[in-house]
Nanobody, 118 residues
């Protein structure tokens, strides 16, 4: 199993920045990709960004965050990061880190609240 611990959420004004971290422990060698979903009240869960394991680290972003958010990872620390810039009120949500295993499993972090004030 993989355990995930998130940090970095909070309250910022519109136009501000936040960086989320997601530290993995446990069977980290089984991780094929890590990323974040987000869920706002009354809305469906949305994939925000994902980065694959391996040397290159392919990334995928939701259209709504392209050009503003950057996902990265530090393999030595088993940690993924989500740098969020030019934040908007519509980015307000609970952000949930996930890690996918090569055999199709998925682990979730507890989630962290991100609130953007206008």
């Amino acid at each position: 199993q993989v355990q995930l611990v998130e940090s970095g959420g909070g309250l910022v004004q519109s136009g501000g920045s936040l960086r989320l971290s997601c530290a993995a422990s446990g069977r980290i060698f089984s991780i094929s990709a890590m990323g974040w979903y987000r869920q706002a009240p009354g809305s469906e869960r949305e994939l925000v960004a994902v980065i694959s394991s391996g040397v290159i680290g392919h990334t995928v972003y939701a259209d709504s965050v392209k050009g503003r958010f950057t996902i990265s990872r530090d393999n030595a620390k088993n940690t993924a990061y989500l740098q969020m810039n030019s934040l908007k009120p519509e980015d307000t949500a609970v952000y949930l880190c996930f890690a996918d295993g090569f055999r199709g499993s998925r682990s979730w972090g507890p989630g962290t609240q991100v609130t953007i004030s206008s």
